[in-house]
């Protein structure tokens, strides 16, 4: 028994590390998978995404450490791509033209500031009060409802093979309570994108990036019977930054889903994603 991580990110981004060591981890950690999954281009300065002309790059060096990767260790390609109408989807030409293995969705931008730029809810908690304020005359409920919209658009449109971290929106509830996360219409929200993932089939990750930190998954495990009631497909990511962060709260975000019933992770065997069954130790394989 053993984990794998299909959601990291390396220093072709806002990583810490070459793949190498990512690998080496992994190696270390005797997972069965490690998917290199780093934020795609996009056609406007970020302080997180690729630069485009380090795509070819990144990609020829994820191809070069799976080929070197020992028997048993199998590395996979992919690249988080943001949903943004109009610019951006998982499904883009340009992103299928890559022959990636998989590709995790995500929403991070929600329309755009006075100003023009593009507006984040991954950044800090001020700019996150900014964009509430100036987009959405301080209704936090209205920036909230635009935020999951568009990630439903993104599963109907970009239909990505994994949903990244579905309502990581809630981490500026850590700094100051914007809304309440048991409010009917908030649950709601939620519950209405997880419903869509399950009819689309898309994998929703639990991730854990804020496990060390802050005990925080996303989706909240709040979530989790849901899930299982309504028969959504589930991995667990770690969105790791770091290499020893690659699998970071898995024991305990097992034991929770257990807890409620599940018995299977969606997992990469023989090509493609296929349910395994699991514990709190690892997947079980073949």
């Known amino acids: 028994m053993s984990w794998s991580n299909y959601h990291g990110h390396c220093y072709y981004c806002d990583g810490k590390e070459v793949p190498e060591a990512y690998v080496k981890e992994a190696l270390r950690q005797q997972m069965r998978v490690i998917g290199f999954s780093c934020h795609a281009p996009l056609p406007f300065e970020t302080g997180w995404t690729m630069p485009a002309d380090k795509l070819g790059a990144y990609l020829a060096e994820i191809d070069l450490v799976s080929r070197k990767a020992p028997k048993g260790l199998t590395v996979l390609k992919s690249l988080e791509v943001d949903y943004i109408p109009e610019i951006?989807?998982?499904n883009h030409p340009e992103i299928q033209a890559l022959e990636l293995d998989y590709v995790v969705g995500s929403v991070h931008y929600v329309d755009r500031l006075p100003n023009g730029k593009h507006w984040s809810i991954d950044n800090s908690n001020s700019e996150f009060k900014e964009g509430v304020d100036t987009i959405f005359g301080g209704d936090v409920k209205k920036a909230l409802k635009r935020y999951f919209e568009l990630q439903r658009q993104m599963i109907i449109e970009g239909t990505p093979d994994i949903l990244g971290h579905c309502d990581k929106i809630r981490m500026h509830n850590l700094v100051h309570p914007h809304f309440c996360e048991t409010d009917d219409?908030?649950?709601?929200?939620?519950?209405?994108?997880?419903?869509?993932?399950?009819?689309?089939?898309?994998?929703?990750?639990?991730?854990t990036k804020y496990f060390s930190r802050q005990a925080m998954f996303f989706p909240s495990q709040e979530h989790f019977k849901f899930?299982?009631?309504?028969?959504?497909?589930v991995t667990i990511n770690?969105?790791?930054?770091?290499p020893e962060a690659l699998?970071?709260?898995?024991s305990v975000v097992a034991g929770l889903l257990t807890s409620v019933g599940y018995e299977y992770l969606w997992e990469w065997d023989g090509g493609l994603f296929s349910p395994h069954r699991f514990n709190n130790e690892g997947?079980?394989?073949g």
């Open 227 to 233: 899930m299982l009631d309504n028969d959504v497909r």
């Open 185 to 207: 219409w908030y649950v709601q929200e939620v519950q209405s994108l997880l419903k869509l993932a399950a009819e689309n089939q898309v994998i929703v990750e639990i991730n």
């Open 283 to 285: 997947i079980v394989w």
């Open 238 to 242: 770690s969105d790791a930054h770091r």
């Open 88 to 90: 951006m989807r998982p």
């Open 247 to 250: 699998t970071d709260g898995f």
